[in-house]
């Protein structure tokens, strides 16, 4: 089966400015997440959509971050404005259940720098 | 909250030593523990994981077992090949379960790297 998708691969901008991420789950999953992964440290949780309803967006920078998922499927991350402490690698992943303990598939993530 | 503390890296080996990276966490309730693996330019794959207490996850020749009472989740290897050189994570699940499952508490990563 065809791996969580996501794009671009790289992203350099300057601060203040806007930036978006597009993420395309495995076929089929309903659970989708998107983490922030900080060099040197461990992913961190910041959206979880249930279909198309978020089902946590607790850990999320609301007043700088959005995230939707439109129609189930794919999803986008925005940050704008961009500040210097949002340079990490922006990973989706995705779930086919998680009430039945379904693993999580990671894509390879989008890599942002912010200059 | 939940938290994962990993042993602080990096680990160098020689091959076919044997591997240990220790892993506590602090969490309410009883939450389901992983390994996840990071191969240089790939993404995060689980590599194992235990869902109670004593229970021994395996893949690989990689295993840790689930120690409730000393809140612990230890990876080892009996012997390390250069392949095996990678990124590990220790990670826990929501105890709370449900659509909580996927919601991963992370530790900060171990640099392993396996010299022929």
């Known amino acids: 089966e065809a791996g969580v998708a996501q794009s671009p691969r790289y992203k350099i901008i300057e601060k203040r400015q806007s930036v978006a991420f597009w993420c395309n789950p495995i076929?089929?999953?309903?659970?989708l997440y998107w983490y922030q992964q900080i060099l040197g440290q461990g992913p961190k949780l910041l959206i979880q959509?249930?279909?198309?309803?978020?089902?946590?967006d607790s850990q999320l920078p609301k007043d700088r971050f959005s995230a939707e998922r439109l129609k189930g499927v794919d999803s986008t991350l925005k940050i704008q404005p961009a500040k210097l402490e949002d340079s990490a690698v922006y990973l989706c992943?995705?779930?086919?259940?998680?009430?039945?303990?379904?693993?999580?598939?990671f894509g390879n993530g989008t890599r942002l720098t912010v200059t | 909250g939940n938290s994962v503390t990993q042993m602080e890296g990096p680990v160098t080996l020689s091959e076919e030593a044997f591997l240990t990276i220790n892993c506590t966490y602090t969490?309410?309730?009883?939450?389901?523990l992983f390994w996840y693996v990071q191969y240089p330019g790939e993404g995060l794959q689980l590599l194992l994981k235990?869902?109670?207490?004593?229970d021994k996850g395996s893949n690989k020749g990689f295993e840790a077992t689930y120690r409730k009472e000393t809140t612990s989740f230890h990876l080892e290897k009996g012997s390390v090949q250069v392949s095996d050189s990678a990124v590990y994570f220790c990670?826990?699940?929501?105890?709370?379960?449900?659509?909580?499952?996927?919601?991963?508490?992370f530790g900060q990563g171990t640099i392993l790297t396996v010299h022929p």
């Open positions: 076929s089929g999953h309903a659970t």
């Open positions: 235990a869902t109670k207490a004593d």
């Open positions: 992943a995705s779930s086919l259940d998680p009430g039945a303990r379904s693993p999580l598939h």
């Open positions: 990670a826990l699940s929501d105890s709370a379960g449900g659509t909580s499952y996927g919601k991963l508490t």
């Open positions: 969490a309410t309730g009883y939450p389901s």
């Open positions: 959509f249930q279909n198309n309803g978020v089902v946590d």
